[in-house]
Each structure stands twice: as C-alpha cells, then as structure tokens.
C-alpha cells in the first residue's frame, strides 16, 4: 500500500482542507524486483535531533538535516529508515526540521519535513503523520517552506504533541509564520493567530543567497502536562521563540492568550526548553546565534514555574572570559530529574564540553578537565572499534585527541527509562554510552557509535572497476572509502592527502589498479596539499600530485584506458593533462572551463568533454579537444564511455538520454525518455553481448531507476515507490562482475546498492556495436620505436617512473620491448601497461595485450613503482 494515502491542504488561518487519494504511478515500463541495501558506513553527516517517547520503553527517532528520519530497533541496536519512499518530485520532505513522538497512542509519530526555505527547494514544506511509527506516512502540505538544513535547525523540537490530549499538536514555524496548532492529530491545521512573536533573529539578514537570512522563528513547544487532567488539553505551554529580547512565551489557557516570560534572560536565544515535572523547573540553553556551526557565548537558566523566579546555573557564565560557547543540547534523567546535563552547542577547540549535575543546577561537573596543559583528565573512554574512521585519519596535537567527544551537539539525550543509556548527536554520528552513570561514581563510562543503519552521506561520485575492491566511492564532507566488504565499516577514509569531499573518481579501464581522484578542501589548513590524488594498488593507498595555479576545487578527472595519462579539469580553471601522475601538467587546449571530462575505455589517447551542449573529443591524450558536430545535447549532464567498446558513450540529462557510437561525432536520442539524471554500466545479461545500462530518468513519466539489458531498446524499472531516496542519482554505476548489481548516490542517504530477486533471465543478444572511430595506418617497410624515461614522484626507498614508447616509423608495428640496465640495486614492484622482467640489474618490459599495436608516429607507455633511489637509465627500444 502506498504510503502517501491522503493528502490535505490549508492556508493560513482559513482551513482549505481537499483528500486526494494519491495512486502509484502507471507506467508501460516493465519491472524487475530487486533487493536494497546500504554499502554500510554508519553516519557521516548532522544529526540534530534525537527524540525518545516518554512512554514506550526503546521507542526512540532521530531526524536528519538531509537524510530523512530513522526509528531505533532495539533487537539489533541499529535505525530504520523511514522517508524511502521519498522522491524526485518532493526530495526536500528528507531534510527533518522537527520530529515529535505521540506520549498517549505511541504508534503516532510526526515530522516536520522541507530542506530549504530559499529558491534551492522548489516545494513548500509539510507536516508528515504515521499510526503506525513511521512504516506508512499520511502528508499535510503547509502554506511555506521549511529548512531541516537551514541554520538553527538543530533548535527544537519545534513539533509536540499534547500529553494530555493527543489529538492537539503545536508547531513552530519559521520566517515569520509564527505558531501553529491542529486538534485532529496533524491532519489540518490553522495558525495561532494570539501568539504575538514569529522570531526576528537571522545570522546575516542580508546575505543574498537567501540562505543566512532564514529566520528560525519559533523554535520549541513544551507541555506543563500538570495543568490539565487526562482527555483535556493542556493549559500551560512553554514556546521558545528566535529573538534575543524575548526567547519564552507561555500560556495558561490552551493557547487563548499568550504573554512574555517575566523576568527571562535577555541576549541570547533559548535552544532548548526542557521541563521537570517534578521538581517545579522548566531549564532552557542558550546561544547567541542559532547554530549549528557558531555560538560563542550563552547561559543556562532554571525557571521556577510555582514561583516565577529565574536563576542563572550556567556552568560557565557568559559574563566568564572563559565562556567561549553557547549552550544546547540540555536533557533531564527522568528516573532522577535532579540530575541534568547540557553541551556546548560549539566548542571546536580542543573538543565539545558536556556538564552534568546532580542538583539541579546548583553544581556541575565536567566531561573532561584541565590538568596541566596540554593535557586533560577525561571521565569517558571512546570505543569506535566499529566505526574506525571516525578519527578521520587525524593524528592531532594535544590538547586535542582523536577521535573528538562531538561538534555540533544539539541533541544530548538520557533515556528517560533508563539513567544509564544517553545518546548524542554529532556532525558525523550518533554516539552513546549505556553506562553513565559511571560519571557520578567516580568511574568512566565508555562511549561508543550508535549509528548503524543511519547513513546519511551525500555521494558525489562511485566507480565499480573490474578487478581489486568492487567500489570505490567518492562522497561529501568525509572524503569516500574503498569498499572491500560491502557490509562491513571501511576501515578509513581516504587519506595523503584528505579531501573533505572527493568531487570526481575514475580508474584505467584496462589496467584497473590505477585511480584517481580529484576534491575539496579549505586550502588555507592545507597549502601544500593537491586537489588530486592518485593510486596504484586499487585505492588501498594514495599519493598527491602537483597542480596548476589557481585550483580550489576539485570538479571532474579522468584516466587513460591504461593510465598513462590523466585530464584534469579543475572547477573554474582551464583542463590541463599530464603523462604520468601529476608530475606537471599542461593546458589541454581547446576544452572550455569546466568540462565534465571522460576517458574512452579502450583507447588510452582518447579522452571526452561535455560542455555547454557540445561534445569535445582528443585524440591525443588531451593535448588538444575539438567540438563534434554533434548538437542538441542538454546543457549540463552526467556522460559515461562503455567499457570494452570504443568510441561508445552515453549522455544523460535535461530532456532524455542521448547515445553515440562514433565517438561523440552523432548522437540518437533514445526515444520515450523525457529525462535523466544519469547513466551507468554494469556486467551484461546472460546471452547478451553489450553492458547493461543502469539510468535514474523519467520514462513515460515515472522518474526511477532502470536497467536495460539491450542497450537502451527497452528498459526495467528496478526500484519501486518505496525506495526513491530524494534527489537520488549524482552518483550511478554497475557492477562489472555482478551482472543486475547497481550501485546508487544519493543526497543524504548514503550508499544504495541493489541486487536482482528475480527468476534468471537470458537475453537473445540484439546490440552489435562497431566503433567507427579509427585511424588506417600508412603501409610501408620502415619500422623502429625509441623510449623516453618520464621521472614520477618519489619517497624515501622508493619511487615511480613513466616510459612513453614512440613508434618513429612508417607502418605501424605490432609489439614492443624496452631494455635497461640499473646502475644500483632498484627493483620493480609494480609495473601497469606492459610485461616486466627482471634478473639482477637487467630490466626487459614487453607490451601489454593491448598496447602492442602502435601506428606510425603514435605513442603508447607504462609506469611502474621500484624500490631504491630514483635513478634515470638509458632506455634501448626494439620494435616488432
């Protein structure tokens, strides 16, 4: 059953409420079933909220700021996702603002979903509503936006539900739309037009992207559930508002009027409101901006709600010169509500603070302490055994450690039905312990991640190569892994160096262990280092080569079919190339800034651009691109060159998908594909003799992802509408082993690889592809080849070199092989193009099956890594 079954709409305080019955999707396109999983990373990426039920024991969410929402399984201690089925044409709904568990029938469960309230996300916003704790969802469209990754998102919980009569909701809004209030369990909703403050606080009114001058609005709603008796709605609610003068407001009758807190600090903006029930307290934490990256000054204060007193408990006051934070994350131990702990909502260096008290707020204690600088004494061990890189492959100096305690840590929570067990939200994780109360008893609690099944990366790029680890991936903020196990952790990230996100990835079609990656980073932290990076052994390790003045952003990279070479086109710099890795580069003339850049598969000196609509091909190694003739093409797109055929590509963007099988010279538009996101490859069909093409397009106007076996003549739907994961398709290949595999990025929900459940099938090969681009080589008697030494990078003990092999004469010869003699005692290691051996000093490398055949004037090479001291030889070639 679908899960989107009733859609209402409402505008403002006038009720419009339509039902629409919304119906799968009817499409002429055949299906195939398929099997879905995450290639497991766990995390990598914010968790601003964590929500237990105060009723049901291990009932447990956590919202995501991209990524959807998640329900905890206590039997396996890991989360389930919940807005799979979240697609193309609302992919916003997965950036979770607030999320708010129903106290009384605690299978309802709420979220306030929209990504942007800027022109980013097309969509208004909406209130998502289950009975069934997340496995089905009914949808309430809201008259504006939200931004579940806007700043101040991890403020909140900004939706709760009445704990007296569960059929009341309140949600605060942000940019002005002020407070809001439905009374059948978030099927429609109207505003609360006596609530006087809809938040003016932005971080940078001005900023034109429209993206610093969100204002978060109305941030918390918390229930005094003592006002009122079971069945009657609660009369006294708390709401905390994003304006530094006036933060509190509260009601005592149901939301008929409203007044300002008297007496509520001023300054600074309530974070959290949390409410002791027992003790008479309501406690807020405050920041001076809305996080979730700043905050550097703030407070926490007790309000006595039978008293109207206000006391300052800040661990740290603001008026302290010690004070460098703000403060969030603020959590009550419901078995002994005495007991409180809070987080610096910021606090980079040297590591996160979390202060825990036993009284009230009368004294506290810290996580770690000062002891004689640099050094720190800590009140927990870390254990990330299970998610190793979460040290980020940093080896830092004291005073700070690695793995660090958090960052960004709005959502500290104690299990309200267990003082041992707390979990806590991070920029890259969820971590937990369930041992703290090893705190108060003088001992240490162990901490550990709590992040499995939660995968929240956003995948830039992915490459499935024929040989090594089945999947290299390329992802933002964390860098991207070699997947060994596709089930398993990856041990680290990529490292030497470290982008913070690897933008593009690619690998020698044909001798496979040779990559190459280019990414981000913030240069000033990094001056030395290079946007790209390359490998030898599959991706295990990396070395940086040089770079062109200018670069700051990594854009797109590409490997010769046999890696002797590589184009570059750095974002916002002029495509360059290099033989060899990265020694130097020069200007690949002809190919516009910007370029997405391809290699052909089979050809080593045949590389491709897409730009602007028009198709640029070289063909010699990317010295110099030309524009096809080929027009019509979109704009902007994704393109992929089928392996083992030359000459074939693929383009996929606005409007459809385009395929040539002359090099980009022409183009056919494949008919029926209104359009695509991008294209892929993978191990061909039983019987078939071309790839299977992977795609996430529109045809016949579903948008999902595809697979065809027969080169584009007709295609499968192999998702269905409860697995889209939003803007799904940045990323997109096939397995060359595993025939039906495909691998899928998405923005916020990690890694998807999916395989066939299906019966076997056997396709009747119909694709019979002959590649027209070649050249017919001048026949005469003349042969013979020289050898040129290329100097690569070099390490203490070891080096590279590249030899590039020139046939100099005038019909093309048919092998070669490359002799030398060492002066030392250098050894190959590795060697990719050609077939070395090696006896004492004596060096012999033959060609590689496939780059033997060299015409007149043509070139070809190899590389290799020896050990020694780098040492240039003379080099004697013989042709056959």
Not at 26 to 47: E, H, L, Q, T
């Amino acid at each position: 059953m679908p899960k989107r079954l009733l859609v209402m709409l409402t505008a403002a305080a006038v009720l419009l409420v339509a039902a629409v019955v919304r119906m799968s999707p009817v499409s002429a396109v055949a299906s195939d079933p398929y099997a879905f999983k995450n290639v497991r990373i766990d995390g990598g990426g914010f968790v601003p909220g964590i929500v237990f039920n105060p009723t049901e024991r291990n009932l447990i969410y956590a919202r995501t700021d991209i990524g959807g929402a998640y329900r905890w399984n206590q039997s396996t201690k890991s989360w389930t996702p919940l807005l799979d089925w979240v697609g193309w044409d609302k992919w916003g709904y997965n950036g979770v603002i607030s999320l708010a568990t129903d106290p009384v029938q605690t299978n309802r469960v709420y979220a306030a979903v929209g990504m942007y309230t800027n022109s980013w996300d097309p969509n208004n916003g909406a209130i998502l509503r289950s009975t069934d704790k997340g496995d089905t969802w009914q949808v309430t469209p809201l008259p504006f936006k939200l931004g579940g990754n806007m700043p101040g998102r991890g403020m909140g919980e900004a939706l709760s539900v009445d704990p007296n009569d569960n059929r009341v909701l309140y949600f605060g809004a942000p940019n002005g739309n002020g407070l809001w209030r439905s009374t059948d369990h978030g099927a429609t909703w109207s505003k609360v037009t006596s609530f006087p403050n809809a938040g003016d606080y932005a971080q940078d009114p001005n900023d034109p992207n429209g993206y610093l001058s969100h204002r978060p609005g109305v941030v918390w709603v918390t229930f005094d559930k003592r006002s009122s008796a079971s069945g009657s709605a609660t009369r006294t609610i708390y709401v905390g508002v994003a304006d530094k003068e006036n933060t509190v407001y509260r009601t005592t009758d149901g939301g008929a009027t409203w007044s300002r807190l008297a007496g509520q600090p001023t300054g600074y903006i309530a974070h959290k409101g949390v409410l002791d029930t027992v003790n008479g307290y309501l406690y807020i934490a405050t920041s001076d901006t809305g996080g979730p990256y700043d905050g550097g000054k703030g407070d926490v204060w007790r309000y006595a709600t039978a008293t109207g007193a206000w006391t300052q408990i800040s661990p740290v006051p603001s008026s302290s010169s010690d004070d460098y934070f703000g403060y969030s994350g603020l959590t009550i131990d419901r078995q002994n509500p005495e007991t409180i702990m809070v987080a610096t909502q910021i606090s980079w260096w040297p590591d996160v603070i979390f202060f825990r008290s036993t009284d009230s707020g009368a004294t506290w204690t810290r996580v770690w302490d000062w002891t004689s600088y640099p050094d720190r004494s800590f009140r927990y061990t870390m254990n990330i055994s299970e998610n190793p890189w979460l040290t980020f492959g940093t080896n830092p100096q004291l005073p700070e450690v690695a793995p660090k305690l958090g960052w960004m840590t709005e959502s500290l929570e104690i299990d309200p039905f267990d003082s041992n067990r707390m979990m806590y939200g991070t920029g890259a994780t969820i971590y937990g312990t369930e041992n703290l109360t090893q705190w108060d008893s003088g001992g240490k609690f162990t901490i550990r991640p709590m992040a499995r099944g939660l995968e929240e990366t956003a995948v830039l790029d992915l490459i499935s190569p024929p040989s090594g680890a089945p999947l290299i991936s390329g992802l933002g903020d964390i860098a991207g892994f070699r997947h060994t196990d596709l089930d398993a952790v990856p041990s680290m990230m990529f490292t030497q160096p470290t982008f913070t996100s690897t933008t593009s990835l690619d690998y020698a079609e044909k001798a496979p262990s040779i990559m190459v990656r280019a990414g981000n980073f913030t240069d000033a932290d990094r001056p030395n280092d290079s946007h790209v990076a390359f490998s030898t052994d599959g991706g295990a390790n990396w070395f940086q080569g040089t770079e062109p003045g200018g670069v700051n952003e990594g854009g797109t990279v590409a490997a010769a079919a046999d890696g002797s070479r590589f184009v570059w086109a750095p974002k916002g710099v002029t495509p360059v190339y290099s033989v060899g890795y990265g020694n130097s580069w020069q200007t690949a003339s002809g190919l516009p800034t910007d370029a997405v850049v391809e290699s052909d598969r089979v050809n080593p000196m045949t590389f491709y651009g897409l730009s602007g609509g028009r198709l640029y091909r070289s063909t010699n190694g990317g010295a110099t691109f030309t524009a096809t003739a080929a027009t019509g093409l979109p704009t902007t797109g994704k393109f992929k060159a089928v392996p083992g055929v030359e000459g074939d590509l693929w383009v996929a963007g606005e409007g459809g998908i385009w395929h040539s099988t002359n090099g980009g010279a022409s183009f056919t538009k494949l008919s029926g594909i209104t359009n695509a996101v991008n294209v892929g490859f993978g191990k061909a069909a039983p019987g078939a003799t071309y790839q299977a093409v992977f795609a996430v397009a529109t045809i016949d106007g579903v948008t999902g992802l595809y697979r065809s076996d027969d080169g584009g003549s007709s295609w499968l739907r192999i998702n269905d509408d409860e697995h889209q994961w939003g803007n799904m398709g940045e990323a997109l290949t096939g397995d060359p082993r595993v025939y039906g595999r495909v691998y899928l990025g998405t923005n916020g929900r990690g890694i998807i690889y999916g395989d066939r459940t299906g019966p076997p099938i056997t396709v009747t090969p119909t694709v019979s592809v002959t590649p027209t681009v070649s050249v017919t080589p001048t026949v005469s008697p003349e042969t013979g080849c020289t050898a040129t030494y290329g100097p690569g990078n070099s390490w203490p003990g070891g080096f590279q070199a590249n030899v590039t092999i020139k046939n100099t004469g005038t019909s093309a010869i048919s092998g070669w092989k490359v002799t030398w003699t060492w002066p030392g005692s250098q050894q190959i290691t590795n060697l990719w193009g050609g077939t070395p051996t090696q006896s004492g000093t004596s060096v012999t490398v033959t060609n590689a099956g496939y780059n033997g055949n060299v015409g007149p004037g043509a070139t070809t090479s190899f590389g290799f890594n020896a050990t020694g001291t780098t040492t240039q030889p003379t080099l004697t070639c013989t042709s056959a």
